[in-house]
């Protein structure tokens, strides 16, 4: 474990290569850390200070301590400097520790919440944030190394850094995304800003830009050209990051609609021009069956709202697109609009105020103004938290509160059958404004989760039918190993994987390549949410089990609907349960087995896990176990100590009836867990079986749960 000392300080200067070795030697070999104490397995030496060769660059922490950090910071300090700490393998599990801290904070703060998103899309927490930031800074005392060096000034200290070619590669992202965007177009990073307002302000023409893209580049890759003149490997990078280059112009030419992305223009009165996305379907959102279900009603509304109205649909103006990033909210709005035919006008939350404060309110007017002009259409607002946050008492947002009411007065100002539709999307619905989410507003929510297993199938063969691949390219077993991925990483996945094919000299695109690409992605950013969901996936999956089986072995319980370990909102995993028909009344035997079914969880983790590693997972099993017992004992008369008598009032009970009635409960859910308990070790096998199948197919129907039940092996999907 590569743990590092718990307290910043400031004082030390560390040479920037020596952490970069830290970060990516293998374990086995030493590392000369200077002035940072490193404690693990195989303990590195420590350099002192003045041991640090002269000529190598270093940083003077000092002038950059904790206090010092700014907001916007923190996006780059999330997407760009922790999934640094975890490109070694080393620091992953650093990182793990980190993110677990920061993450339970979160936790007692909001519940079971994506550590991520809440940090991205709540910049107004600033409280929050900070002491958040310090759970995860705490022992990470170098960070702001990597703070300092994004930019496109600074890159040249972080091309140091750098390793390995790979790496390289995946600088080359943050490099030059938004032209090769379409292609590995996952980040967001400052420096895309920082190009397109530098565009922005020079006002360059629209049919220059792209050469004006192409032109900063090369200059980029002068610029590092001089610095390090001979490196080899540079050599490499600059042909990596040329031939991406071409791939990302070609992309563009290719593919128009992947990389219109339509912004609101600088200005106080910007006009607002509509993206028509005719070629944008539903058949170009894989893997969300049920949110296109749901959106089907919407098309219908904007083909023709007024014969919508009359028939008597009734629809909501606003529908929120929640789920996390990349999961294709942005597609899917589209898709609305193109299937209907409409006019698409898109805006993202975060630029409403971006570049002169309090135009955003403004902003907000003309686009609705342009909308219900050119009525029926779609209007789509991307992080729509970062204009309709509760961000009452921010000091970055001063004008904020007049942007979310122009917001609201406008959704307030139209009805329904004008045929304006407004789709926002955000991955932190805990944090939108409540006036957001009234009636009449954002009324309708979408869940776009990450894909299942099969989800992911078809997102990858949907990519893979893009590119040229062989025989040997099985789409399932790359969607197998890749849980957790949202639909723009297994585009990423593909599209890298096509670049290797084509860095390598080859023709087409195999499995090799597939496998590679995956690695990388799971080595990088991703990887230590990936490495946690497998952690708690197998928790979750012996936890799930143990309903499951509680529930097919117990004669009264109820039939099996589905066991799953994909997370849904603030659950892991679920088992549900279907009563074969409607239940007029319940029998003593029905409510044990109920009970029996909730208690299976926390039992499953008992006995798979051990005592000492049993999760808070299951407190909801015991609500649920509990109120069954407590409704048995004071209601139904189902106790013999207390008899044919309803307790409805227990607060004016006298003392002994009350510990009397408590007494009854706990031996209830006592004979409850045992027997639980009894099943669960009488079919250890079959535990066992259903949690790998869980852990392959993630989600099991009641068939397939009793083929894995009767020994039987599942059909491959
Ligand atoms: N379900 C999917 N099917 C096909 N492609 C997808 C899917 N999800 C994501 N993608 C690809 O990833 C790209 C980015 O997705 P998109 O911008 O729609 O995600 P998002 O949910 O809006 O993300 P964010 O929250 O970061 O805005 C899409 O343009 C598309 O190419
Ligand atoms: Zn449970």
Same mark, same amino acid.
């Not at 074969?580 to 007029?584: G, L, V």
């Not at 044919?644 to 009970?653: A, P, Q, W």
């Given at each position: 474990m590569f743990s590092l000392s718990?307290?910043?300080?400031?004082?030390v200067t560390v040479p920037l290569s020596h952490l970069i070795n830290a970060f990516h030697t293998p374990k086995n070999t030493s590392v000369s850390l200077s002035g940072v104490s490193v404690s693990q397995k195989q303990h590195r030496d420590v350099v002192p200070?003045?041991?640090?060769?002269?000529?190598e660059p270093s940083l003077n922490l000092r002038d950059l301590g904790?206090?010092?950090?700014?907001?916007?910071q923190i996006d780059q300090l999330v997407e760009n400097l922790l999934p640094g700490f975890c490109k070694g393998k080393n620091i992953s599990s650093h990182w793990h520790t980190s993110h677990v801290s920061a993450q339970s904070f979160f936790e007692n703060k909001?519940?079971?919440?994506?550590i991520f998103s809440t940090l991205r899309s709540s910049c107004l927490y600033r409280k929050q944030h900070s002491r958040a930031l310090q759970s995860i800074c705490s022992d990470l005392q170098y960070w702001p190394v990597f703070i300092q060096s994004r930019?496109?000034?600074t890159l040249k200290s972080r091309t140091r850094r750098l390793q390995s070619t790979s790496e390289r590669l995946a600088e080359t992202q943050n490099i030059a995304p938004s032209f090769v965007k379409g292609f590995l177009l996952r980040d967001r990073g400052s420096d895309v800003e920082s190009l397109d307002k530098l565009m922005k302000t020079k006002n360059i023409p629209e049919a220059h830009q792209d050469a004006f893209k192409t032109g900063f580049a090369e200059g980029f890759l002068k610029a590092q050209a001089l610095t390090q003149k001979t490196n080899d490997s540079l050599r490499r990078t600059r042909l990596i990051l040329f031939i991406l280059l071409l791939f990302g112009i070609y992309g563009l030419l290719k593919n128009p609609f992947l990389s219109v992305r339509f912004r609101t223009t600088t200005g106080l009165d910007s006009a607002v021009d509509p993206v028509q996305?005719?070629?944008?379907?539903?058949?170009?959102?894989?893997?969300v069956e049920e949110a296109k279900q749901e959106l089907q009603e919407v098309v219908e509304f904007l083909k023709n709202p007024q014969k919508f109205t009359i028939l008597g649909g009734k629809l909501p103006k606003g529908i929120l697109l929640v789920g996390?990033?990349?999961?294709?909210k942005t597609l899917l709005a589209r898709a609305v609009a193109g299937e209907a035919d409409v006019p698409f006008y898109y805006a993202s939350g975060s630029e409403f105020?971006?570049?002169?404060?309090?135009v955003g309110a403004s902003r907000i007017r003309n686009l609705f103004r342009e909308a219900k002009a050119n009525a029926p259409c779609v209007i789509f607002i991307d992080e729509l938290d970062s204009v309709?946050?509760?961000?009452?008492?921010?000091p970055m947002h001063p004008y904020s509160r007049q942007t979310i009411n122009q917001l609201l007065a406008e959704m307030d100002g139209?009805?329904?059958?004008?045929g304006v539709i407004i789709i926002g999307a955000t991955?932190?619905?805990?944090?939108?404004?409540?006036a957001l989410i009234r009636p009449g507003r954002f009324d309708m929510q979408v869940t776009v989760p990450r894909p299942d297993v099969k989800g992911r199938t078809e997102i990858l063969k949907w990519y893979l039918n893009k590119i040229k691949f062989d025989q040997s390219v099985d789409p399932e077993i790359i969607a197998r190993g +890749?849980? @957790?991925?949202s639909g723009a990483e297994l585009e990423n996945l593909v599209n890298q994987a096509a670049l290797k094919a084509a860095v390598d000299g080859k023709e087409m695109v195999t499995m090799k390549e597939l496998e590679f690409s995956k690695d990388k992605i799971l080595m990088g950013p991703e990887r230590r949410s990936v490495e946690i969901d497998n952690k708690n996936k197998t928790i979750t999956a012996y936890h799930e089990s143990g309903h499951a089986i509680i529930a097919y072995y117990t004669k009264d319980a109820m039939p099996i609907n589905k066991a799953t370990i994909m997370p849904r909102g603030p659950t892991l995993g679920h088992v549900s349960l279907l009563p074969?028909?409607?239940?007029?009344n319940e029998t003593r035997a029905q409510l044990l087995a109920q009970m029996d079914v909730s208690m299976g969880g926390r039992v499953a983790e008992e006995l798979i896990f051990g005592t000492d590693h049993? +999760?808070? @997972?299951?407190s909801s099993d015991f609500d649920n176990a509990t109120k069954i017992a407590k409704r048995m004992v004071?209601?139904?008369?189902?106790?013999e100590k207390l008899g044919?008598?309803?307790?409805?009032?227990?607060?004016?009970?006298s003392p002994e009836t009350q510990s009397a009635i408590e007494q009854e409960i706990r031996i209830l859910l006592r004979d409850s867990y045992e027997r639980a308990k009894h099943i669960l070790k009488t079919h250890a096998k079959e535990h066992k079986n259903l949690a790998e199948a869980l852990l392959t197919y993630e989600t099991l129907d009641a068939k397939e749960i009793q083929i894995v039940l009767e020994g039987k092996k599942l059909e491959v999907r």
């Open positions: 718990s307290t910043v300080q400031p004082q200070e003045h041991e640090a060769p002269s000529s904790l206090s010092e950090l700014k907001i916007g909001y519940g079971n919440l994506d930019g496109f000034k996305m005719k070629n944008v379907t539903f058949e170009h959102v894989k893997g996390p990033p990349g999961t294709g105020d971006e570049m002169f404060v309090g309709g946050g509760k961000r009452i008492e921010s139209f009805k329904p059958n004008e991955n932190f619905p805990e944090a939108l404004d409540n +890749t849980v @957790g991925f074969e028909n409607d239940r007029w049993i +999760t808070t @997972g299951a004071t209601k139904f008369g189902m106790s044919v008598m309803t307790y409805s009032d227990t607060g004016k009970l």
